[in-house]
C-alpha cells in the first residue's frame, strides 16, 4: 500500500481508535491498528480488543491499494510529535512501514492483515436512530453507577430496553446493587422489537468520547448479541453482555410518603463539605431531615466531627437517615434543575431521587446505617 | 484560641505549607499544621518534615491569641470547599479546633503545640540577596539533573558554592553522574565567605513552587548545615545535605575541538520525534555528523527504526555519537536562544552543551555507546 494523508486528518483518525487498543495485550496483534488504503481514496483504520472494535474512515490520497497492521499507540505518538501542517506518507512493503513527514522518517515493523481479527456483526435486525444529545444524556446519568464487581458481569454494563407502559418508551438503566439510576427517553422508530441488552462499560465510555464530536443522530444497529454505532466517520461494534440483568424495577419505591425538596447545589455543597472529614471507613453522610432544614453530618473516629445545615422544604414527621457520601453526590452532579426531590419511607429503606415526577431521569439510593 | 480570617487568605496560606507535610508519617504530628494567633493580627501557619519547614505569616482579626495543632491536608481541603468570600473562625479549646464558616462547622482532632517539632535553625552568618528571578533560572536550569539515587545521598540536591576565578561568581550545580548542569551567576554581597553547601530535592521544589509569587529578591541566610529563604509572607528553612559533593570541575571538559551550532528547537524536536521507538531498555539516540546536517537515529529491536536530518554547522571530521534521549531533551529544553554548541572530542567523550562561552549556564553530558 501506499498512501499520503494530512498529519492532523491522521492524528484525529489514531485518537479515535487507539483508546480501544488495551495498553499490554498477550496477543501482539491485538496492539495495532489495521490500516487499509481503498482505490476510492479512504484510509481505515481499525482496533479492536476482540470485545469492542471501532472503524474510522477517513480522505487520503491512495497511490497504491493495500493493507497492513502496526503498533497503534507508537503510531499514534508519531503522528502527535510530526509537525503541524506536515503530508505523512504512508508505504507499507516487505512486513514493515515507511513513514515519512518532513525530515523524518520510521520504518516500523508489520504484522499482516490478515492475522488482525475482526468481530462478525453477522445479522443485525434492530435498527434505529438516536439523536446524539439523547445518548449522551442517557450515558452521563446512567453510567456512574455502573458496577465495577467483575463477578457480577451482568452489572459491568448499562442495560437498555424497550417498553410499552403506558407510552412506548425506551429505558436505559445502570445498578451496583447500591445505588440504580435509570432514564426514559420516547421510543425511536425501529426499536419496538429490540431485544433487551446490556451494552459494556468499555464500550459506553468509547461511546461518549465520539459523542462529543457528533451532532445531529446516531445510526444503531443491534441483535442480541452485537450492537453497532454509526458515528459520523467513525463505526462502533462491540460485543454484547450474555447475561441476564435483574428485574431492577421492583426495586424502585412507589409508596415512599415522606417528600424533601431542596436546592441541589447547596444540597450538593454541603454534602462534599461535610465529607471532607470522612475516611474509608466511615463515608456515611448523615441527614437529620427538620421541616425547614436538613443536618448533614460525619463524625470520624479519626478526625473529628462536621456539620451544616441546608435549607429545605420536608413533608413529614422528622428522622435521620445515612447515605454513601460519594453516591449521593454522583447523583447530584446529575441533577441540572432548581430543587430535586427525595422520597423517603424510613432509615432503613430504599430513597427516590428525582428532579420531578416528568424527568427523564430518576435514581433509587440504598441507605447506611448512622 | 480564638481568630476569624478570610477564606482566600487562609486558603492561599495553607496552600504553600500543606505541600511540605507528607502524606504518610509514622509520626501523628507531622501530618498536622501549627496554627499560631497572635495578639498583633498575625496568624502564623507551620508545617514541617523534620528537614524542612516553612512559616507563612497571614493577616487575621484575633481575638484570643494561642496555638494548636491540626492535619494539614484536612484543613487544607475543608478550606478549598468553603464557600468563596466566607469568613473562617477558628476556636481552639480542650483539644479540639472548631471551625465556623457559613452554615458549616467542622470541630477537629487537634495535638499540643508543644508537641510540634521545630527546627532550631542556629547561627546562620553567612547573609545575602537573590533577586527571585535569578534563583528560579539557578533551579530550572539545574534541578533536572539531580540524582534520584538514594545511595548517593549527596548528589540529592544542588550544590551551591562560592568562586573567585577570575571574578567573584556563585555557582549551581547538579549532577547524576550521567549529566551535569551548572549555572554561574555574580556573586551577591555577603555571600563572599559562605560555605559550600548541598540544598535538599525537596527545598528546591518548594522553594521553586514559591518562587512564583515572588515579586523582587529572597534573603538567603545559612550555616554549613542549615538554609533559610525569606520570601514575603513565607520562611523556608531546611537542613543541608550532610555530605561532600564530588569535584565537578574535572569533569567539565576543556579540550573538545569538534564544534556544533545548531537550532536548539529542530534539534529539540527531531530527538524528540526519533526517540518515539525507544523503548526502556533502548533509549539511546544516535548523532551521525556531517559538514552541514546532522543524522539523529534510533533503532528499537521491536518498534522498528527512525531516523532525522536536522540541519546544523559542524566543524570537524564527521562521526557518530550515542546520548540518552531523555537526557539530551532535559537539556534542550532549557536552552531560550536560537542557536546552541555542542563542544564534542570523540564517541566517548563527554560532551559540554551550552548556548555560548557567555551564557550562565552549561551542560555535560555522558555518550552512550550506540
Same mark, same amino acid.
Given at each position: 500500500?501506499?498512501?499520503?494523508?494530512?498529519?492532523?486528518?491522521?492524528?484525529?483518525?489514531?485518537?479515535?481508535?487507539?483508546?480501544?487498543? $488495551?495498553?499490554?495485550?498477550?496477543?501482539?496483534? !491485538?496492539?495495532?491498528?489495521?490500516?487499509?488504503?481503498?482505490?476510492?481514496?479512504? !484510509?481505515?483504520?481499525?482496533?479492536?480488543?476482540?470485545?469492542?472494535?471501532?472503524?474510522?474512515?477517513?480522505?487520503?490520497?491512495?497511490?497504491?491499494?493495500?493493507?497492513?497492521?502496526?503498533?497503534?499507540?507508537?503510531?499514534?505518538?508519531?503522528?502527535?510529535?510530526?509537525?503541524?501542517?506536515?503530508?505523512?506518507?504512508?508505504?507499507?512493503?516487505?512486513?514493515?512501514?515507511?513513514?515519512?513527514?518532513?525530515?523524518?522518517? @520510521?520504518?516500523?515493523?508489520?504484522?499482516?492483515?490478515?492475522? @488482525?481479527?475482526?468481530?462478525?456483526?453477522?445479522?443485525?435486525?434492530?435498527?434505529? $436512530?438516536?439523536?446524539?444529545?439523547?445518548?449522551?444524556?442517557?450515558?452521563?446519568?446512567?453510567?456512574?453507577?455502573?458496577?465495577?464487581?467483575? +463477578?457480577?458481569?451482568?452489572?459491568?454494563?448499562?442495560? @437498555?430496553?424497550?417498553?410499552?407502559?403506558?407510552?412506548?418508551?425506551?429505558?436505559?438503566?445502570?445498578? #451496583?446493587?447500591?445505588?440504580?439510576?435509570?432514564?426514559?427517553?420516547?421510543?425511536?422508530?425501529?426499536?419496538?422489537?429490540?431485544?433487551?441488552?446490556?451494552?459494556?462499560?468499555?464500550?459506553?465510555?468509547?461511546?461518549?468520547?465520539?459523542?462529543? $464530536?457528533?451532532?445531529?443522530?446516531?445510526?444503531?444497529?443491534?441483535?442480541?448479541?452485537?450492537?453497532?454505532?454509526?458515528?459520523? +466517520?467513525?463505526?462502533? +461494534?462491540?460485543? !454484547?453482555?450474555?447475561?441476564? @440483568?435483574?428485574?431492577?424495577?421492583?426495586?424502585?419505591?412507589?409508596?415512599?410518603?415522606?417528600?424533601?425538596?431542596i436546592d441541589p447545589r447547596s444540597f450538593e455543597d454541603g454534602v462534599d463539605r461535610v465529607a471532607t472529614i470522612a475516611t474509608e471507613k466511615t463515608r456515611a453522610v448523615k441527614m437529620a431531615l427538620d421541616?425547614?432544614k436538613i443536618t448533614l453530618s460525619v463524625t470520624s473516629p479519626e478526625n473529628g466531627t462536621a456539620a451544616e445545615e441546608v435549607p429545605g #422544604?420536608?413533608?413529614? $414527621?422528622?428522622?435521620d437517615i445515612g447515605f454513601n457520601a460519594r453516591y449521593l453526590l454522583d447523583?447530584l452532579q446529575?441533577?441540572?434543575?432548581?430543587?430535586?426531590?427525595?422520597?423517603?419511607?424510613?432509615?432503613?429503606?430504599? +430513597?427516590?431521587?428525582?428532579?420531578? #415526577?416528568?424527568?427523564?431521569? !430518576?435514581?433509587?439510593?440504598?441507605p447506611m446505617?448512622v
Amino acid at each position: 500500500m501506499k498512501a499520503t494523508i494530512e498529519r492532523a486528518t491522521l492524528l484525529k483518525g489514531l485518537s479515535h481508535v487507539q483508546s480501544v487498543v $488495551e495498553r499490554r495485550n498477550t496477543i501482539p496483534i !491485538l496492539s495495532n491498528v489495521l490500516i487499509e488504503a481503498t482505490a476510492n481514496g479512504t !484510509l481505515k483504520l481499525m482496533a479492536t480488543d476482540l470485545d469492542l472494535q471501532i472503524v474510522e474512515s477517513i480522505q487520503a490520497q491512495v497511490d497504491t491499494p493495500g493493507a497492513t497492521t502496526l503498533s497503534a499507540h507508537t503510531l499514534f505518538d508519531i503522528a502527535r510529535k510530526l509537525p503541524e501542517g506536515s503530508q505523512v506518507s504512508l508505504q507499507a512493503a516487505d512486513g514493515k512501514m515507511l513513514i515519512q513527514a518532513g525530515r523524518a522518517r @520510521f520504518n516500523l515493523s508489520t504484522l499482516p492483515r490478515d492475522d @488482525f481479527p475482526v468481530i462478525a456483526e453477522g445479522d443485525l435486525p434492530t435498527t434505529f $436512530e438516536l439523536p446524539a444529545a439523547t445518548l449522551i444524556q442517557i450515558i452521563d446519568k446512567t453510567r456512574f453507577a455502573i458496577s465495577t464487581e467483575e +463477578t457480577r458481569y451482568y452489572l459491568n454494563g448499562i442495560f @437498555f430496553h424497550v417498553s410499552d407502559d403506558p407510552q412506548p418508551v425506551l429505558k436505559a438503566a445502570a445498578t #451496583d446493587g447500591h445505588r440504580l439510576a435509570r432514564v426514559t427517553v420516547p421510543r425511536p422508530d425501529g426499536a419496538e422489537k429490540m431485544p433487551d441488552i446490556i451494552v459494556p462499560r468499555k464500550c459506553i465510555g468509547e461511546l461518549r468520547k465520539l459523542l462529543d $464530536e457528533v451532532d445531529g443522530s446516531v445510526d444503531i444497529s443491534l441483535s442480541a448479541s452485537k450492537i453497532r454505532f454509526g458515528l459520523g +466517520t467513525a463505526i462502533l +461494534t462491540s460485543k !454484547l453482555i450474555d447475561g441476564t @440483568f435483574p428485574d431492577y424495577s421492583r426495586v424502585i419505591p412507589t409508596a415512599n410518603d415522606k417528600l424533601l425538596k431542596i436546592d441541589p447545589r447547596s444540597f450538593e455543597d454541603g454534602v462534599d463539605r461535610v465529607a471532607t472529614i470522612a475516611t474509608e471507613k466511615t463515608r456515611a453522610v448523615k441527614m437529620a431531615l427538620d421541616k425547614d432544614k436538613i443536618t448533614l453530618s460525619v463524625t470520624s473516629p479519626e478526625n473529628g466531627t462536621a456539620a451544616e445545615e441546608v435549607p429545605g #422544604d420536608f413533608a413529614g $414527621e422528622g428522622f435521620d437517615i445515612g447515605f454513601n457520601a460519594r453516591y449521593l453526590l454522583d447523583i447530584l452532579q446529575q441533577v441540572d434543575s432548581d430543587l430535586v426531590e427525595l422520597h423517603l419511607a424510613d432509615a432503613a429503606a430504599p +430513597t427516590l431521587i428525582r428532579e420531578n #415526577d416528568k424527568s427523564p431521569a !430518576l435514581y433509587v439510593l440504598m441507605p447506611m446505617r448512622v
